[in-house]
Every structure is written in structure tokens, then in C-alpha cells.
């Protein structure tokens, strides 16, 4: 599914943005609840909804589904929405919730001579480090009380899932951060950037090439935040 922005500057290429549903979802049930639709009208944009295959319709991330080579299909549909499309490929983005926020973490770490920054709910990265790497922005929001993707660690979720990789029974929300960190060339500690009485902002900022890391962390959110 792709979604144009009603207000488009036809005299200049436009940003792409690549919306990834979760597990057992479909393209139409992100479109509904992200509400991406509504920021690219506003910011002049257009946005693709991937749909996984049938019958899982989940995201080769790291660990599910080998047979399906999904980094390799979204690369190919951005390759098509910029044929289709005027496209400024300095401004290729990546969001997602959960699977598909794996898959977003993913597409980072496997394709960061694509995308420009990802930023995602509710999952972490499921694969390994790439020595293709260059970084570039993320930004991962998750809910303190997620059952599903535990805040603290992925544990429960790994041993449930025998192929995740080694790295998933020792990720949680700030750990994943600080990877982010470490693959960033980020120094120093981590900051806080904000804290109120909903969510607090942590991260860092003095980062390679400007590749800012932060995490949001919602205090009553579970595992959709956008639920709340």
C-alpha cells in the first residue's frame, strides 16, 4: 500500500517513509494506526505500508521465517517507489511496531547506505552486527509494562523463539540502546534528555556522523504504545 501526501512540492524530490506492521498484522492495520498518513500530508512525503508474506505475515528480522528474504524485498520496494516517484534517497526512513520495529532495526543495521534513520516501537535488533555499518540516527520508543517485548530484557520472548540469535536473551529496552551507542561510536555516558510524568527520553548525542541514539520510554504503555 502507498499513501501520497495530498500536499506534495512536485518541484523537488520528496522523502520516503517505509512503515512496518507487526507480527500477524497487515499493511492496512499499520496505515490505520500509525498514523504516518496524516505526517506525510504535513511534511510533504510519501509512504509505502509492506505487507509480509502469507501465512505467518511476519518479518524475517533476524531469527523468523529463513526462507523469506525480507531485507531484500523492502530493499526492492524502495527501489520501485523511487522509480515511480520523485524521491529525494537522502531521505529514506524506516519505522515500525513491533516484528516490524525488528525489521526496521534491521533494515539499519543491513542497509544503512539506504536509509537515512529508522525509528521504532516495541522490539529490539535481532541480528548481529554488520561491518557494513555506517551510522546513522535511531530512535526505539517502548512501554514499561510490555508483556510481550519486556522492557527489561527479551529473555521470555528469545526462549519462545529457539532460532533468535544469542544476542536476544540479553536485550532490553536500555541495553538495545546502548548497542545503538556502541555502533554509532557514540562517547561518553548516557544523557537524559527529558523526563516528566509520562515518559522519559534517554541517549546520546555525541555520535558519529551526527547518529544520535535515543530511547523513549513510556511508563503506563504496554506493548502497542499508541494504544494508551
Known amino acids: 500500500m502507498t499513501h501520497i501526501s495530498e500536499n506534495p512540492d512536485l518541484d523537488s524530490p520528496v522523502p520516503l517513509i517505509v512503515d512496518i506492521h507487526g507480527w500477524g498484522g497487515t499493511a492496512g492495520g499499520q496505515m490505520y494506526v500509525s498514523d504516518f498518513n496524516n505526517i506525510a500530508d504535513e511534511y510533504g512525503a510519501v509512504v509505502v505500508y509492506p505487507a509480509a508474506l502469507e501465512p505467518v505475515r511476519g518479518w524475517n528480522a533476524g531469527w523468523c521465517c529463513e526462507s523469506h528474504d525480507d531485507l531484500g524485498f523492502i530493499l526492492r520496494l524502495v ?11 537522502n ?14 532495526q534491521m533494515l539499519a543495521m543491513k542497509a544503512s547506505d539506504v536509509f537515512a534513520a ?61 548497542n545503538w551507542g556502541e555502533y554509532n561510536g557514540c562517547s561518553g555516558s548516557a544523557e537524559t534528555f527529558e523526563v516528566n510524568s509520562l515518559y522519559s527520553i534517554h541517549g546520546f548525542s555525541d555520535c558519529q556522523d551526527g547518529a544520535e541514539v535515543r530511547l523513549m520510554s513510556i511508563y503506563a504503555a504496554q506493548h502497542n504504545p499508541l494504544s494508551l
Open 79 to 89: 527501489d520501485i517507489a523511487t522509480q515511480i516517484h520523485q524521491i529525494d534517497t
Open 91 to 104: 531521505r529514506i526512513y524506516a519505522t515500525g511496531w513491533s516484528n516490524g520495529c525488528a525489521m526496521s
Open 118 to 178: 529508522i525509528g521504532c516501537m516495541a522490539q529490539y535488533l535481532n541480528t548481529y552486527y554488520d561491518p557494513t555499518y555506517s551510522p546513522i540516527p535511531v530512535i526505539e520508543v517502548h512501554g514499561m509494562l510490555d508483556q510481550i517485548i519486556v522492557y527489561g530484557t527479551s529473555a521470555s520472548h528469545a526462549i519462545q523463539n529457539p532460532g533468535s540469535p544469542s544476542e536476544a536473551f540479553e536485550t532490553g529496552a536500555m541495553q538495545n540502546m546502548h
